[in-house]
């Protein structure tokens, strides 16, 4: 599924940028240079016809990348949320692919859930609506359960969407090949594990009892957030392929006029946004990974109500530290501590000088923070941090993907209730209060006790262990043998000390 057989789709995805009209909006908008303009444009011509033509009525890339597919769709998305990058125009045209694409037919809807279900749809819900939303993946219809009377939205996957979504998913595979071996420099930045990744976060949200789980456990998460909600899953009613949960209403967090109509403070909205994004990523380890606007919605109480939880981020402990520690030395303008944290975490080489990495951060901070607070931007650090780390040979942390989109994505929410928000003054009470409570001696002792529990574990096996090693090492080795049988054999010794100590620590 992987092989030459996709260069086809590659080239059909130009063709179709060029007949829309996209290819050189999109260049435009990159501000690409005059020669990479014409060498595109003359590369793609002589294919257009073999493109999609997409909707006429739409705008050039929203009809492009509707043509494309749901990968390409996902990609636009993102772009939407940032107007600061593609502009406003360009942001208000994406907004369409986040829920308001053509929708599939209600009797489609209806068979998968009476498949998914094993009912039938007249004795489980009273009414149900045609389409309400339809996005890349799936669309959502509103009804009435018959039992209880209580409104719900029921998730639907559009049909055939795992084939469609594999063949995209198949010509980045190829992409990805291409630039690995035409560009030897590319290769730090891992283009198939990037794809990988990307491939399981989307084939998990192609599966709507994984998105049900990940409901419930961001709820329990996120129940004493003030301010925070989200609909309750049903899980009675949920499946693979249908998932239903209670109906939520609001504004639309891009409707910034009805908004102000309903009397809600953007300004607040915005800082609340991505405090709660910070709060939930430090925090939790645990964040929603596809927090545009057509995600979420401000209830008539002023709570953000997010909903949509087939992407969701999870970072363990470590890492939450080492990305809080980066944050708090760029909002604090300690670029030395910033290069410690990424040399003592491997983000890059430690043959490299981190007194030359410092410098070059500075580089980086200093005239991002001396703009006005309105152009002060996470986007903008990430991508001038990426070209430094580039030339000092870090590689790309498949790990960060999804944070460091989900970042920008965010951002781009904030920045669109609330367009003279300060990110990093509304970032530093969230990233002090982690580190205060994560990084430093009382953190310290926890991570002490949780050794010691750990290893105290080990207490029944202490024994056998130390006579396992006392054993290997009175066996007469080669030379080589010997010294590899001195280093296990110390290493044993120093884990059973460990665990002795903390067995005894955990009895006593």
Same mark, same amino acid.
């Given at each position: 599924m992987r092989g030459p057989h996709n260069i086809w789709r590659l080239i059909r995805t130009g063709a179709t940028l060029e007949r829309?009209?996209?290819?050189?909006?999109?260049?435009?908008?990159?501000? =690409?240079?005059?020669?990479?303009?014409?060498?595109?444009?003359?590369?793609?011509?002589?294919?257009?016809?073999?493109?999609?033509?997409?909707?006429?009525?739409?705008?050039?890339?929203?009809?492009?990348?509707? =043509?494309?597919?749901? =990968?390409?769709?996902?990609?636009?998305?993102?772009?939407?949320?940032?107007?600061?990058?593609?502009g406003d125009?360009?942001?208000?045209?994406?907004?369409?692919?986040?829920?308001?694409?053509?929708?599939?037919?209600?009797?489609?809807?209806? =068979?998968?859930?009476?498949?998914?279900?094993?009912?039938?749809?007249?004795?489980?819900f009273e009414t149900l609506s045609e389409s309400v939303a339809a996005a890349s993946l799936a669309?959502?219809?509103?009804?009435?359960?018959?039992?209880?009377?209580?409104?719900?939205?029921?998730?639907?996957?559009?049909?055939?969407?795992?084939?469609?979504f594999r063949k995209d998913i198949d010509a980045f595979y190829l992409a990805a090949w291409f630039v690995e071996h035409l560009s030897p420099a590319s290769r730090r930045l891992k283009p198939l594990d990037v794809i990988e990744h990307f491939e399981g976060v989307v084939m998990g949200e192609l599966d709507l009892r994984l998105e049900s789980s990940a409901a419930s456990e961001f709820a329990a998460n996120t129940v004493d957030?003030?301010?925070?909600?989200?609909?309750?899953?049903?899980?009675?009613?949920?499946g693979r392929r249908v998932m239903t949960m209670g109906w939520v209403e609001g504004e639309n967090a891009a409707d910034i006029e009805a908004i102000e109509a309903a009397g809600h403070d953007r300004n607040e909205l915005g800082e609340r946004v991505l405090q709660f994004f910070l709060m939930h990523a430090l925090r939790d380890g645990y964040f929603h990974g596809d927090m545009h606007q057509g995600n979420m919605k401000i209830g008539a109480d002023g709570?953000?109500?997010?909903?949509d939880f087939g992407i969701m981020g999870r970072l363990d402990e470590?890492?939450?530290?080492?990305?809080?520690e980066i944050l708090f030395g760029f909002i604090r303008k300690d670029y030395r501590r910033v290069a410690e944290v990424h040399f003592e975490a491997g983000y890059v080489p430690g043959d490299r000088d981190i007194d030359e990495f410092a410098r070059a951060l500075r580089a980086v901070g200093e005239p991002i923070f001396g703009m006005d607070a309105s152009h002060i931007s996470m986007g903008r650090l990430l991508s001038y941090l990426f070209e430094v780390t580039e030339r000092f040979g870090m590689e790309t942390r498949t790990e960060l993907i999804l944070l460091q989109r989900t970042m920008?994505?965010?951002?781009?929410?904030?920045r669109t209730l609330n367009p003279n928000i300060n990110i990093w003054e509304i970032a530093q009470p969230v990233v002090e209060d982690y580190i205060r409570k994560n990084i430093g001696p009382q953190a310290l002792a926890r991570d002490l006790a949780k050794t010691a529990r750990l290893l105290s574990r080990f207490g029944p096996r202490l024994p056998q262990m130390a006579e396992r090693a006392l054993i290997a090492a009175s066996i007469p080795p080669e030379p080589e043998q010997k010294k590899r049988g001195t280093t296990r054999l110390i290493l044993v010794v120093a884990v059973v000390s460990a665990a002795i100590g903390a067995f005894a620590a955990s009895v006593f």
């Amino acid at each position: 599924m992987r092989g030459p057989h996709n260069i086809w789709r590659l080239i059909r995805t130009g063709a179709t940028l060029e007949r829309t009209g996209a290819m050189g909006v999109v260049l435009e908008t990159m501000d =690409a240079p005059a020669p990479l303009r014409l060498v595109a444009r003359i590369l793609a011509w002589p294919f257009q016809w073999l493109g999609d033509k997409g909707d006429p009525l739409m705008p050039p890339v929203t009809r492009a990348l509707t =043509a494309l597919g749901p =990968a390409y769709i996902k990609f636009g998305q993102i772009l939407s949320t940032r107007p600061d990058v593609v502009g406003d125009e360009m942001a208000v045209q994406l907004r369409v692919l986040q829920d308001k694409l053509p929708p599939f037919s209600i009797d489609e809807a209806k =068979a998968t859930i009476e498949l998914e279900l094993g009912r039938g749809c007249d004795d489980v819900f009273e009414t149900l609506s045609e389409s309400v939303a339809a996005a890349s993946l799936a669309q959502v219809h509103k009804a009435t359960l018959k039992e209880t009377g209580e409104e719900v939205a029921v998730k639907v996957l559009r049909p055939g969407i795992e084939k469609a979504f594999r063949k995209d998913i198949d010509a980045f595979y190829l992409a990805a090949w291409f630039v690995e071996h035409l560009s030897p420099a590319s290769r730090r930045l891992k283009p198939l594990d990037v794809i990988e990744h990307f491939e399981g976060v989307v084939m998990g949200e192609l599966d709507l009892r994984l998105e049900s789980s990940a409901a419930s456990e961001f709820a329990a998460n996120t129940v004493d957030d003030a301010g925070f909600a989200l609909p309750h899953v049903k899980w009675g009613l949920s499946g693979r392929r249908v998932m239903t949960m209670g109906w939520v209403e609001g504004e639309n967090a891009a409707d910034i006029e009805a908004i102000e109509a309903a009397g809600h403070d953007r300004n607040e909205l915005g800082e609340r946004v991505l405090q709660f994004f910070l709060m939930h990523a430090l925090r939790d380890g645990y964040f929603h990974g596809d927090m545009h606007q057509g995600n979420m919605k401000i209830g008539a109480d002023g709570d953000i109500i997010v909903y949509d939880f087939g992407i969701m981020g999870r970072l363990d402990e470590y890492t939450r530290r080492v990305y809080a520690e980066i944050l708090f030395g760029f909002i604090r303008k300690d670029y030395r501590r910033v290069a410690e944290v990424h040399f003592e975490a491997g983000y890059v080489p430690g043959d490299r000088d981190i007194d030359e990495f410092a410098r070059a951060l500075r580089a980086v901070g200093e005239p991002i923070f001396g703009m006005d607070a309105s152009h002060i931007s996470m986007g903008r650090l990430l991508s001038y941090l990426f070209e430094v780390t580039e030339r000092f040979g870090m590689e790309t942390r498949t790990e960060l993907i999804l944070l460091q989109r989900t970042m920008v994505v965010v951002e781009g929410v904030s920045r669109t209730l609330n367009p003279n928000i300060n990110i990093w003054e509304i970032a530093q009470p969230v990233v002090e209060d982690y580190i205060r409570k994560n990084i430093g001696p009382q953190a310290l002792a926890r991570d002490l006790a949780k050794t010691a529990r750990l290893l105290s574990r080990f207490g029944p096996r202490l024994p056998q262990m130390a006579e396992r090693a006392l054993i290997a090492a009175s066996i007469p080795p080669e030379p080589e043998q010997k010294k590899r049988g001195t280093t296990r054999l110390i290493l044993v010794v120093a884990v059973v000390s460990a665990a002795i100590g903390a067995f005894a620590a955990s009895v006593f």
